[in-house]
């Protein structure tokens, strides 16, 4: 559904928006972090048709009685999202930045070339 080159392109825009000051406070290394991530969740983490989405708010519509949530998602989504709702948000909260601060460190040079190139 999401291309990768779609999603570099758009956050790359996004980036050339901000102000300079912005750009400063967070820092290419968050910026690279980020598109890494984004780009990642597009190439591996989406759906190639809305088909699911569509059956969902069909079925929500048309059910006498519907879900009270729906998630038209993989396994691993559905464990993130339970993860999420479970977890004490302190617990949480650390674990976010540790993953964050691994995605800034693990992040490879050439992901804001390709930003540039675009």
Known sequence: ??????????LNQV???????VQEDY???????????MSSV???????????VSEAVTD???RKNP????????????ILVWVFEFVPTGIMDNV?????SFLINSQPN??????KDD
């Open 1 to 10: 559904m999401f291309k990768r080159y779609a999603v570099i392109r758009n």
């Open 42 to 52: 597009a190439e591996n983490g989406s759906f190639n048709t809305t088909k699911p």
């Open 27 to 37: 820092g290419n290394s968050y910026f690279q972090a980020v598109v890494h991530a």
């Open 60 to 62: 929500g519509l048309l």
């Open 96 to 100: 976010l930045h540790l993953a964050e």
């Open 110 to 115: 050439s992901m804001l070339n390709k930003l």
């Open 67 to 78: 879900q009270e949530r729906y998630m038209p998602a993989g396994l691993s989504w559905k």
């Open 15 to 21: 980036w050339n928006r901000m102000s300079d000051q």
